[in-house]
């Protein structure tokens, strides 16, 4: 009998392997972002449909210029509780981070939310490793038994999975997965 700690972890596995294998069509398609000279940000997102959606902040000014489908306009940053909100007479823009809906005529044109996934893992010793994959980014949270946030990003894999930064690697295949620090083992499925 599969548990459901154990059905949520082949979910996560093929969630993962797929993401893995798949790295390079998905940085094809994964948000880019570019830091410009004169305080300007360099956007592009793609949604479910491939449209693409262009945006340059430009912090100095509090606006942003978009170009979408061959159209472009520049919108004035708004007061927004928290977030983005950006519009002018035709369109909006609203979101956070790179989740975010472009209108035009109060008509929703674009919208855009990367793929997050959650799950949980425990260890026959009772350690519990909390994760959160962003399979757009190519990006993993981790949190050890509560602890502090560990960010990884994707590496290619022959198979399985792999993410990893300069501490710590996080790998698995199957159901199996083991997450090290400085090259020793903190957990193990």
């Known amino acids: 009998m599969i548990t459901i700690i154990k059905l949520l972890a082949i979910l ?7 993401t893995s294998c798949n790295k390079q069509m998905t940085q094809a398609n994964a948000n880019t972002i570019e830091t410009m000279a004169d305080n300007k940000v360099k956007q ?14 430009d912090n100095n000014r509090d ?29 909006e823009l609203i979101g956070k981070s790179s ?13 855009h939310e990367d793929d997050i996934v959650q799950s949980q893992a425990k260890s026959d010793n009772g350690d519990v490793l909390d994760l959160t994959f962003n399979n757009t980014q190519g990006t993993l949270q981790a949190y050890l038994n509560g602890g502090e946030q560990i ?20 790998r698995g295949k199957g159901e199996s997965m083991e997450l090290t620090k400085d090259g020793n083992s903190i957990f193990k499925n």
């Open 12 to 18: 996560l596995v093929i969630s993962v392997t797929a």
């Open 44 to 57: 592009s997102l793609t949604d479910k449909a491939g449209n693409q959606l262009d945006l340059t902040f």
């Open 63 to 91: 606006v942003v210029s978009v170009d979408f489908m061959g159209e472009t306009a520049e919108l004035a940053r708004e007061k927004s509780a928290s977030g983005m909100w950006y519009k002018n007479d035709r369109y």
């Open 99 to 111: 989740d975010l809906q472009l209108k035009k005529d109060g008509k929703t044109v674009f919208e």
């Open 151 to 170: 960010d990884m990003t994707a590496e290619r894999a022959g198979s399985g999975f792999w993410y990893k930064n300069d501490q710590y690697e996080l």
